[in-house]
């Protein structure tokens, strides 16, 4: 499968969100990736409900939400309302991440679960049957424009292989840092999915910028 792309809108001109929105529209963008944080689980506060339900309207891309939040499981249902076709809950956060899985699944949302930096492949072994896809964190979650952390290619390495092991379809998603730097490189390792926000909305030519991490080619990878 041809890989994705989805620009994180954290990184565009929040004056300016509608514009951010059908620039994405009327990109070669796979998703719009839409970060949710609540200063607890991450030291930041982005947005939440309100922006999702003023973009839903006009968004044409699927929306793809990341969870940086306490109690998910809490929110699930109203993330879907507010038009999130994709919902990312952290392993971290989960007291009872199967059972939040479920809950995701049920209301009709594309199920992801998101790990750390620190947080061990091993601890999706028994969700990742349940799982659309997994998002790799490859920087501490929290703020955009980090450095990406080159440890990650070994995890995503790692997860790539049992998910080939176990014959499943479960997408890998990468998030932080990504740029046409270091894109390349990710897909190598068996990345399905990346995630970019500064790389591509702080690029003299953001849309220019999307088409060249769309095109980036990748030979089989090696497990
Ligand atoms: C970080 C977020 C990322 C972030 C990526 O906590 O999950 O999605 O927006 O931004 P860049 O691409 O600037 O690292
Ligand atoms: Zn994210």
């Not at 970060?35 to 991450?42: A, E, H, I, N, Q």
């Not at 970019?196 to 030979?219: C, H, M, Q, T, W």
Request: net charge negative; charged share 20%; hydrophobic share 45%.
């Amino acid at each position: 499968m041809k890989h994705l792309v989805a620009p994180s809108l954290l990184a565009a001109d929040f004056t300016r969100l509608g514009e951010a929105v059908e620039f994405v529209n009327n990109s070669k963008a796979d998703w719009l990736h839409i970060d949710v944080m609540d200063g607890s689980f991450v030291p930041n506060i982005s947005y939440g409900f309100s922006v999702l339900d003023a973009i839903k309207p006009i968004c044409r891309k699927p929306l793809d939400v990341h969870l940086m939040i306490v109690h998910p499981e809490n929110y699930i249902e109203r993330f879907r309302e507010s038009g999130a076709f994709g919902i990312t809950v952290h392993a971290e956060a989960c007291a009872h991440l199967h059972s939040t899985i479920q809950e995701i699944r049920k209301s009709g949302a594309q199920a992801g679960v998101a790990i750390n930096p620190s947080t061990p492949v091993m601890m999706l072994e028994d969700v990742l049957e349940d799982l659309d896809l997994v998002l790799v964190m490859s920087v501490n979650p929290g703020f955009g424009g980090q450095k990406f952390i080159y440890r990650s290619l070994h995890k995503i390495r790692q997860l790539k292989e049992m998910i080939i092991k176990r014959n499943l379809q479960v997408k890998i998603e990468v998030d932080g840092g990504i740029g046409l730097q270091n894109a390349e490189a990710i897909l190598q390792a068996g990345a399905d999915v990346l995630v970019a926000g500064s790389s591509i909305f702080k690029s003299d030519n953001p849309e220019e910028y999307i088409g060249r991490l769309k095109s980036i080619g990748v030979d089989t990878i090696l497990v």
